[in-house]
């Protein structure tokens, strides 16, 4: 089991920047940390499909959408159980519900099966 709990959404005017995190808990990650198994980052506009914007494997290799390339940074502190997801540059298109979401620790970035409830980010043009 993983709870995972956002934070660090609201409302920045076009150009600006934010930080999400979220902070993994449970027994799939009290132990292990959120390093052993695939953090990501999706969100979800409204009349929109669900999609991807960063995620971090187990090893520690990234991939983002081609629309956050340059503008977005994931990065994780096992530490903390927390993953975070740098957003500069924002444009009003990144106005979206931002959900953090972990990946069972045997496979890679699919099949994600925990979520969050979600951070919501509105970009003001």
């Known amino acids: 089991q993983v709870q995972l709990v956002e934070s660090g959404g609201g409302s920045v005017q076009a150009g600006g920047s934010l930080r999400l995190s979220c902070t993994a808990s449970?027994?799939?990650?009290?132990?292990?940390?959120?390093?052993?198994?695939?953090m990501a980052w999706f969100r979800q506009a409204p009349g929109k499909e669900r999609e991807r914007v960063a995620n971090i494997d187990k090893g520690g290799s990234i991939n983002y959408a081609d629309d956050v390339k340059g503008r977005a940074t994931i990065s994780r502190d096992n530490a903390k159980n927390m993953v975070s997801l740098q957003m500069n540059s924002l444009k009003s298109e990144d106005t979206a519900m931002y959900y953090c979401?972990?990946?069972?620790?045997?496979?890679?970035?699919?099949?994600?099966?925990?979520w969050g409830q979600g951070t919501q980010v509105t970009v003001s043009s």
């Open positions: 449970g027994y799939g990650v009290s132990t292990s940390g959120v390093s052993s198994r695939c």
């Open positions: 979401a972990t990946a069972p620790p045997w496979g890679g970035c699919r099949g994600f099966n925990y």
